[in-house]
T-cell receptor, first 112, second 110 residues
Framework: DTAVSQTPKYLVTQMGNDKSIKCEQN?????MYWYKQDSKKFLKIMFS???????INETVPNRFSPKSPDKAHLNLHINSLELGDSAVYFC???????????FGPGTRLLVL | RKEVEQDPGPFNVPEGATVAFNCTYS??????FFWYRQDCRKEPKLLMS???SGNEDGRFTAQLNRASQYISLLIRDSKLSDSATYLC???????????FGQGTTLQVKP
């Protein structure tokens, strides 16, 4: 059984488009996260939700809007995509904040 | 200065070798420490937590030196399957925010 799943796995789109990435975890965890891994391989946290409540919001352009309909799901919507948004986006979850995190397989976004 | 620094490598070692990676962190108030492993084009996976007294899991040993603010990972008897990028991870504050190092790439050769 997949613990943390993301869709889609690959996303190729044009500049200016709007796209969404979905994440679901079946681990019963309370906290979920979005990370961005750029071409230099740095993993940077973008957002964190605890039980549907936003608790971490890093310096991310407001074109990025997370939504957590319930504690098992955390989606990421991106408006007006730019070339610099090309990266791998990982969703993760943990039992609670500060505990080890479990990652989804990643969504590889390429903006042309 | 980056909050978590690692030598990116690559470290090229023969099978059976012992290899050690170090990682330094800048925030002395950091609370928890982990090593993650990331294979090429895959997600990071938790390898082990790092405890103050040091801990061992099979061929892997993790050590923490709070005074010098560094963490180490020792891999004994390297296997080909150990080839991956090893990420040093530090938790700062109470929000559960994890800071990831750039990673150290290990290539184990036959």
């Amino acid at each position: 059984d997949t613990a943390v799943s993301q869709t889609p796995k690959y996303l190729v789109t044009q500049m200016g488009n709007d796209k969404s990435i979905k994440c679901e975890q079946n681990l019963g965890h309370d906290t979920m996260y979005w990370y961005k891994q750029d071409s230099k391989k740095f993993l940077k946290i973008m957002f964190s939700y605890n039980n549907k409540e936003l608790i971490i919001n890093e310096t991310v352009p407001n074109r990025f809007s997370p939504k957590s309909p319930d504690k098992a799901h955390l989606n990421l919507h991106i408006n007006s995509l730019e070339l610099g948004d090309s990266a791998v986006y990982f969703c993760a979850s943990s039992r609670r904040g500060g505990e080890p995190q479990y990652f989804g397989p990643g969504t590889r976004l390429l903006v042309l | 200065r980056k909050e978590v620094e690692q030598d990116p490598g690559p470290f090229n070692v023969p099978e059976g070798a012992t290899v050690a990676f170090n990682c330094t962190y800048s925030n002395s108030a950091s609370q928890s420490f982990f090593w993650y492993r990331q294979d090429c084009r895959k997600e990071p996976k938790l390898l082990m937590s790092v405890y103050s007294s040091g801990n061992e899991d099979g061929r892997f040993t993790a050590q923490l030196n709070r005074a010098s603010q560094y963490i180490s990972l020792l891999i004994r008897d390297s296997k080909l399957s150990d080839s991956a990028t090893y990420l040093c991870v530090v938790k700062s504050g109470n929000t559960g925010k994890l800071i990831f190092g750039q990673g150290t790439t290990l290539q184990v050769k036959p």
